[in-house]
């Protein structure tokens, strides 16, 4: 009798931990991954706290995420932070990568704004790092909670182009930014939803994101962020 209680408590407990997120926490963690979306207008852009602010995000989501695993040992599946679908999903994204960069040294090119220094080489090994919680709070907790909210019921068309609205305001006022984040999360969204992966999602998104910065947006984050406080 106690060996049967036993084995039942093992498996409510096997099954309490694998429960789907109630649509009470997927609200929350929509309010939370848009509240910090407000708090870069905030810090970044007004205070001009930046690297203080990257930090203090990604410091706090990974503790949120290393809380949900406790509770949860299938969330991160869930989430997207899985290797048994690396390379797949890198092989869809990859075209996209690849076109995406041509264009960038075309408006470029173009423009006249092509500036390449060494400063891309950190920013290239560190951005995937932030591009990764930005695809963790845009994509997995903004278009995967409302993809899954019961009481919404949206199509998967609206919920991609609502997050791609929201991920392209929050880089305002930069108009390049705008249009680039815009159509990354379009692309993205569809891909996630698809195929859950935030690994290659961040890995790619930092890469590209360094090298829009330094040849669309003729700007250096690194300087901006690192070099000050040297």
Do not use: C
Request: no cysteine; charged share 15%; hydrophobic share 55%.
């Amino acid at each position: 009798m106690k060996n049967k209680l036993t084995k039942y408590l093992i498996q409510f407990s096997d099954i309490e931990l694998r429960r789907p997120a109630s649509d009470k926490v997927r609200i929350l963690e929509i309010v939370a991954a848009v509240l910090t979306g407000i708090g870069k207008f905030i810090f970044m852009d007004y205070l001009n706290w930046r690297l203080p602010f990257v930090i203090i995000a990604v410091l706090g989501w990974s503790a949120y995420v290393f809380y949900r695993f406790k509770r949860n040992k299938s969330v991160l599946k869930d989430w997207g932070f899985r290797r048994d679908n690396f390379k797949s999903v890198l092989k869809l994204t990859l075209p996209f990568a690849l076109v995406s960069i041509a264009l960038f040294f075309l408006v470029g090119f173009i423009q006249g704004t092509i500036n390449l220094t060494w400063h891309i080489i950190p920013l290239l090994i560190t951005y995937p790092i932030w591009g990764s919680v930005q695809q963790f709070l845009t994509i997995g907790l903004l278009a995967g909670n409302l993809n899954e909210l019961k009481r919404l019921n949206l199509s998967k068309k609206i919920t991609i182009l609502l997050t791609a609205i929201f991920f392209s305001i929050v880089h305002y006022p930069s108009i390049w930014l705008m249009i680039g984040t815009f159509v990354l999360a379009i692309f993205y969204g569809y891909i996630y939803l698809k195929s859950k992966n935030i690994y290659v999602l961040g890995l790619i998104h930092g890469w590209l994101g360094a090298l829009f910065y330094y040849t669309v947006v003729n700007q250096d984050p690194f300087a901006d962020v690192f070099l000050k406080y040297l």
